[in-house]
């Protein structure tokens, strides 16, 4: 399994009864997740000290519960800072688990760099921008394409907030399988492609994504924007269950086959300070040149 354990300003605590209890900076949350399915083990001191609590519905969804939390707050990963606020579906606007892609592809970015080459990523379905941050800092210029122009927006603010709003990014509102079929036709291409896809999305023209049915597809276009000395390809999932042998035959298939070079696919998960469990937070599946 690939752990995100160097975070300082981030920890999940511990987690039972259908709950994760973690450590957002100061602050402390208590948030559902489908993996813990263990109940009557709640050990940390924390889960009487909250600071917030979101509460599922039997109906689908849910709503927090606010006792001491501010409208938003700020953490740190490094050099990087990301604004948090609680949002719809249980959701603070980062997935910390990905900050190990984050420093994975952020050592090859730097590597090619230092090599007095330059680096353009291309970040899909890019949300608050933790990786376009990520790679902005490693000296990389970055293609940020996201369908909700709120997340645009929330990424812009951390790319600010972490001093990189001078660096070289696009950041654009727009659906990725409409903005890849465009780049292919410009004849655009580009050294690391990372996405992160949902299970379920919409785009800003009500386009619909379903990742069973188009992942694949997905993948195979977006494969022709890979420049002709390629650095990495990340691929992610973790709201549909996709075992990482899925990702590593994706990546094989249409990366591997025609670029050579290795492929890796992995767990990825946070570690739990009370227990010393680590909790799954779905799959990764990583192309190196």
Partial sequence: MILADQWKDYEILDCSDGDKLERWGKYILRRPDPQVIWQDVQKAPEWKKLNAHYHRSSKGGGE????????????????????????????TGLFPEQAANWDWFSALIRKRVAEGKPVRVLNLFAYTGGATLAALSAGASVTHVDASKGMVSWAKENAASSGLSDRPVRWLVDDCQKFVEREIRRGNHYDGIIMDPPSYGRGPKGEIWK???????????SVQLLSDDPLFM????????????????????????????????????????????????GSSGRWTA
């Fill in 64 to 91: 927090w519960e606010f006792f001491d939390l501010p409208e938003e707050w700020q953490i740190s990963y490094g050099s990087l800072k990301f604004n948090l606020k609680p949002f719809s579906f249980k959701h």
């Fill in 234 to 281: 990340l691929l992610n999932s973790y709201t549909t269950g996709f075992a990482p042998a899925v990702l590593s035959y994706l990546l094989g298939l249409e990366v591997q086959s025609r670029f050579g070079g290795t492929v890796e696919a992995s767990e990825i998960g946070l570690p739990v300070r009370e227990t010393g469990l680590v909790l799954p937070c």
């Fill in 211 to 221: 990742i069973e049915d188009m992942f694949h597809p997905f993948v195979k276009l």
